[in-house]
Each structure stands twice: as C-alpha cells, then as structure tokens.
C-alpha cells in the first residue's frame, strides 16, 4: 500500500501562525530564511515559533543560495529538521554542506527545489543527490506548472506551485506525491488565515485517504 501523501504548510511568520498549523497538524511547517524574500524571519524569531511548535511537527528551514555557515547556525540552534535548498545550489554544496553537518553533529535530511518548465528540469531533479526534491513552478510564485509533466518523473516528491485548499485534492489524487507543499494560498491579506490552513489539510488528508 502506497503511503500517504505528507502536507508541509510553508512561510510560517507569527505566533498565530504557529497555533493555527498546531490544531491543523500538517506533517511540516516551513521557515523562510533567506533575506531576500518577504515572508523571510530572523533565526531569533524562527526559534521562539520552534518553541511554540507541536513537536509532532517538523519544522523546514528554506533557504537560497546562502553560505553554509549561514545554515549551520540555524541548525546548531536546534531551531529546523530538515534543510530545503531553493537557488542554485549544486551538487557540491550539497556535498559540501553534508560535510559540514557531519563535522558539527547536525546532520538532517535535504530537499533540493527545483523549477519545473520542461521534461529536461524533472530529469534533473530526478538525479538530485538530495534526499528529497521538490517541484515548483518558481519561488513562491503561486502558480502551478504543467502537471502533464509529471508522468514521466519516477522518484518521490514534494509538489509545490500554487497549490491551495481548491485544488490540492486534484493533485494527490492525480499523481500521489510524496508530499504536498502550500504558502501564498492559505493567506489573506498577507497573512496566514487559520481556516484556509485548517480546509487545505482537510482537503489532503481526505485525498489521502486519511480521514
């Protein structure tokens, strides 16, 4: 029996934030902590939400392009589980990062992002040396990609881009992914509203056949 698709709620910001994805229960909650991006939090704000965290829930650490020390310090805070890498990062950051994990006693799994366009981009991330991969239409877009696509990618992933409370059924249906990955879709106004937290995992636990 295939296993049931996982949820990651991404782009966690506030303490309400934190209790809405406590009574939903998702399987993983996000952090962005590259600068670059709006919804980014400091390391001192993503550890007092960690604190306030189910710890039946992992917490993902999304980072760009940053140096591995940068990393590094999230994960000696003990403030993520897993890492996501959403730039350009290669194998040998990979490797490199792995090193540098090991060397402090950190070492947690790896999901490597990638933006989906062509068959070329999913052959690609299906050589991922990553322990997870996860498709997206772009960084934090909020719009999918062409789903036809995914037919011919034969590893297990996290599918992201503009899925939301509407349609996240369709996709675990469809294609059952390792795990569903939703942001911009379950905000108003900028924010995270808990009862479009509360419907999107709903909605893919009912897919999933978890009721």
Same mark, same amino acid.
């Given at each position: 029996?295939?296993?049931?698709?996982?949820?990651?709620?991404?782009?966690?910001?506030?303490?309400? #934030?934190?209790?809405?994805?406590?009574?939903?229960? @998702?399987?993983?909650?996000?952090?962005?902590?590259?600068?670059?991006?709006?919804?980014?939090?400091?390391?001192?704000?993503?550890?007092?939400?960690?604190?306030?965290?189910?710890?039946?829930?992992?917490?993902?650490?999304?980072?760009? #392009?940053?140096?591995?020390?940068?990393?590094?310090?999230?994960?000696?805070?003990?403030?993520? #589980?897993?890492?996501?890498? /959403?730039?350009?990062?290669?194998?040998?950051?990979?490797?490199?990062?792995?090193?540098?994990?090991?060397?402090?006693?950190?070492?947690?799994?790896?999901?490597?992002? +990638?933006?989906?366009?062509?068959?070329?981009?999913?052959?690609?991330?299906? /050589?991922?040396?990553?322990?997870?991969?996860?498709?997206?239409?772009?960084?934090?877009?909020?719009?999918? +990609?062409?789903?036809?696509?995914?037919?011919?990618?034969?590893? @297990?992933? +996290?599918?992201?881009?503009?899925?939301?409370?509407?349609?996240?059924?369709?996709?675990?249906?469809?294609? /059952?992914?390792?795990?569903?990955?939703?942001?911009?879709?379950?905000?108003?106004?900028?924010?995270?509203?808990?009862?479009?937290?509360?419907?999107?995992?709903?909605?893919a636990r009912n897919a999933a056949g978890c009721r």
């Open positions: 029996m295939a296993e049931k698709t996982k949820i990651k709620l991404c782009g966690m910001r506030r303490p309400e #934030d934190i209790l809405a994805v406590n009574q939903a229960k @998702p399987d993983y909650i996000g952090f962005i902590c590259s600068r670059r991006f709006w919804r980014h939090i400091s390391l001192e704000e993503a550890a007092v939400l960690k604190r306030m965290l189910d710890p039946g829930i992992q917490a993902v650490g999304v980072f760009v #392009d940053e140096p591995y020390e940068e990393i590094a310090g999230w994960l000696k805070k003990g403030v993520i #589980d897993l890492v996501q890498l /959403h730039g350009e990062e290669d194998e040998y950051y990979i490797r490199q990062l792995r090193k540098v994990m090991l060397f402090q006693e950190t070492l947690v799994p790896v999901i490597q992002a +990638f933006r989906v366009k062509t068959e070329k981009d999913l052959l690609r991330a299906g /050589h991922s040396i990553a322990d997870y991969i996860l498709l997206d239409s772009g960084a934090g877009s909020g719009v999918t +990609f062409d789903w036809s696509l995914l037919d011919s990618m034969d590893r @297990p992933y +996290f599918l992201a881009g503009g899925l939301g409370p509407d349609n996240v059924a369709e996709a675990i249906r469809r294609f /059952h992914p390792y795990a569903v990955d939703m942001s911009s879709s379950l905000e108003t106004e900028r924010k995270k509203d808990p009862e479009k937290i509360r419907r999107a995992v709903r909605e």
